[in-house]
């Protein structure tokens, strides 16, 4: 079973940036499709990100230019790199994986799921 932790979250002004962090299980396929999902609350959960084993991204338009997905395999730890944040990215950040990206946007594609990290941007 692969485990998925997510830390960094945390309260920050409009325009700041924070850094999310996803350890994976040691049992967790370094070529899995992993991503960045967020959920307001009283909204869907909604991608923001993610990375195929290749290394390719897709993004949400809404925070292209200021968000970075990244991964370490060694280390088996996904990144988010979070750059002028605005008080609409306030959400809940999942990370999650799968074997394969299908449609990598939707909650559907991803098996694996971590428990969250609160992302609050005051304005």
């Known amino acids: 079973q692969v485990q998925l932790v997510e830390s960094g979250g945390g309260s920050v002004q409009a325009g700041g940036s924070l850094r999310l962090s996803c350890a994976a299980s040691?049992?967790?396929?370094?070529?899995?499709?992993m991503a960045w999902f967020r959920q307001a609350p009283g909204k869907e959960r909604e991608g923001v990100v993610y990375?195929?084993?290749?290394?390719?991204?897709t993004y949400r338009d809404s925070v292209k230019g200021r968000f970075t997905i990244s991964r370490d395999k060694a280390a088996r730890t996904l990144y988010l790199q979070m750059n002028s944040l605005k008080p609409e990215d306030t959400a809940m950040y999942y990370c999650?994986?799968?074997?394969?990206?299908?449609?990598?946007?939707?909650?559907?594609?991803?098996?694996?799921w971590g428990q969250g990290t609160q992302v609050t941007v005051s304005s």
């Open positions: 040691p049992n967790t396929n370094n070529n899995y499709c």
């Open positions: 990375i195929r084993g290749d290394g390719t991204t």
């Open positions: 999650a994986a799968d074997g394969s990206c299908g449609n990598g946007g939707r909650t559907d594609s991803y098996e694996y």
